[in-house]
Nanobody
Framework: QVQLVESGGGLVQAGGSLSLSCAAS????????MGWFRQAPGKEREFVAT????????YYADSVKGRFTITRDNAKNTGYLQMNSLKPEDTAVYYC???????????????WGRGTQVTVSS
């Protein structure tokens, strides 16, 4: 079992930045790939970014490529999502997830956090 807790969400103006964290506990964090997803009101939960166990492979949704950066620190059992140049359409609840390999589909992950709200004002 892996327990995931997101933090770092909040309210920011368009063009601003936020850094999300995903703290893991339980089984060894470095044994899992990690992903970030988001869900806006009335919409499906969508893929944002994923990173391999070692951190050597990353992949992003087109909508965030060049603005968001996913990283991890296995020594701290923590993953991160740095979000720059935020837009109102980035407003959503952001979730981190852990799975056996990097994936873009929700069913590729076995463990999920409860999410953190990100609101971008125009």
């Amino acid at each position: 079992q892996v327990q995931l807790v997101e933090s770092g969400g909040g309210l920011v103006q368009a063009g601003g930045s936020l850094s999300l964290s995903c703290a893991a506990s339980g089984r060894t964090f470095s044994s899992y790939a990690m992903g970030w997803f988001r869900q806006a009101p009335g919409k499906e939960r969508e893929f944002v970014a994923t990173i391999s166990m070692s951190g050597g492979y990353t992949y992003y949704a087109d909508s965030v490529k060049g603005r968001f950066t996913i990283t991890r620190d296995n020594a701290k059992n923590t993953g991160y999502l740095q979000m720059n140049s935020l837009k109102p359409e980035d407003t959503a609840v952001y979730y981190c997830a852990a799975g056996v390999r990097p994936a873009v589909r929700r069913n590729g992950y076995d463990y999920w956090g409860r999410g953190t709200q990100v609101t971008v004002s125009s």
